[in-house]
């Protein structure tokens, strides 16, 4: 039998190797392209994840430190403090109270409602930079993370955006977010009231980023480890 022409050693099949593997290293140089569907340049999954997280985790740390800030420079002389919280304006949006309610719930509707969340600090983050700027007296440190804050925001709602694509297959369902309306607040005249609605939003924003960081981190144990961590 003459296989000779079948050897894997011939001219044409070295091409057509050299070619394809060039082919492929082009791919890989190139900067990273969008991906639209399931192909293999996609950053992994669980990277997206490590990535949510970190920036979640940021997010509340740095709402942490910046209610805190608020508390020190306003606290001592304001009645405010002892008035209650009208409430959030995420409130409208149902979410679970604890690790158990949040552990029954289908993990593509626990992401939906962070990325709701998330997308529903877009305006009031934007003007809280913008109202803690205007003010005077307002220590760096609460105007240096609100706008930190407001860009990692951003950042954690496209890393969220990628991560729902990829686990809903490019299914999206569009849920608005909660419409916001605090601005009159923040801009009203007198001063107690306006501090009083940033008192809110600060306290508000601690409490979401918190929540978030919570949700992300189960999720990350759900789908990456299946639940094993
Ligand atoms: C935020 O993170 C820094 C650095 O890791 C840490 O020192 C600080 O205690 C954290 N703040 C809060 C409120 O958790």
Known sequence: MDNKGLSLTGGPFLLVLVLVSSLLLCKNVAS???????????????????????????????????????????????????????????????????????????????????????????????????????????????????????????????????IINRVQHGVRRIEAPSPWLGLPFLQEADKDTRLFALYELIHCLRRDSHKIDNYLKLLKCRIIYDSNC
């Open 32 to 162: 990273m392209p969008p991906c639209p569907s399931g192909v293999n340049c996609e950053v992994a999954l669980g990277d997206l994840f490590d990535h949510a997280v970190i920036l979640s985790h940021y997010i509340h740390n740095l709402s942490s430190e910046m209610f805190s800030e608020f508390n020190k420079q306003y606290a001592q002389d304001r009645w405010f403090f002892t008035r209650a919280i009208n409430g959030c304006h995420t409130s409208s949006i149902p979410t679970p109270e604890d690790k158990e309610q949040a552990q029954n719930m289908h993990h593509e509707d626990l992401l939906n409602l962070v990325l709701r969340v998330l997308s529903s600090w877009n305006e009031p983050l934007y003007h809280l930079v913008t109202e803690v700027r205007a003010i005077q007296e307002a220590p760096d440190g609460i105007l240096s993370r609100a706008i930190e804050i407001e860009d990692r925001n951003k950042q954690l709602l496209e890393g969220m955006e990628k």
